[in-house]
């Protein structure tokens, strides 16, 4: 079995990472979207040990700061859609 090194296996994580966040983007569901968080901060969990070199400190920092402006994003999104129903409610 040939041995992977933290940077390469750092880097599949990262590729994961992002993959699964843009499914997040597109979920509808409440159960998939947390399934799929919660996936995302388990990989997250994983690649802070693989943190050995600043290069992949600094991709583990980009990933967290990604995450953020994402968790942002969603909050805007929802407040939105929010204010829409609202107003939607007081047209009727």
Request: hydrophobic share 35%; with cysteine; charged share 35%.
């Amino acid at each position: 079995m040939e041995s992977r090194s933290s940077s390469a296996m750092a880097a599949d994580i990262v590729g994961d990472i992002q993959e699964l966040r843009q499914l997040l983007h597109y979920a509808k569901r409440p159960r998939v979207q947390s399934l799929l968080s919660s996936h995302i901060s388990s990989l997250q969990k994983i690649c802070i040990p693989l943190e050995g070199a600043f290069q992949e400190k600094m991709v583990c920092a980009r990933l967290k700061n990604q995450e953020r402006r994402e968790e942002r994003r969603r909050n805007r999104k929802q407040h939105a859609e929010a204010r829409a129903r609202l107003t939607d409610q007081e047209r009727q």
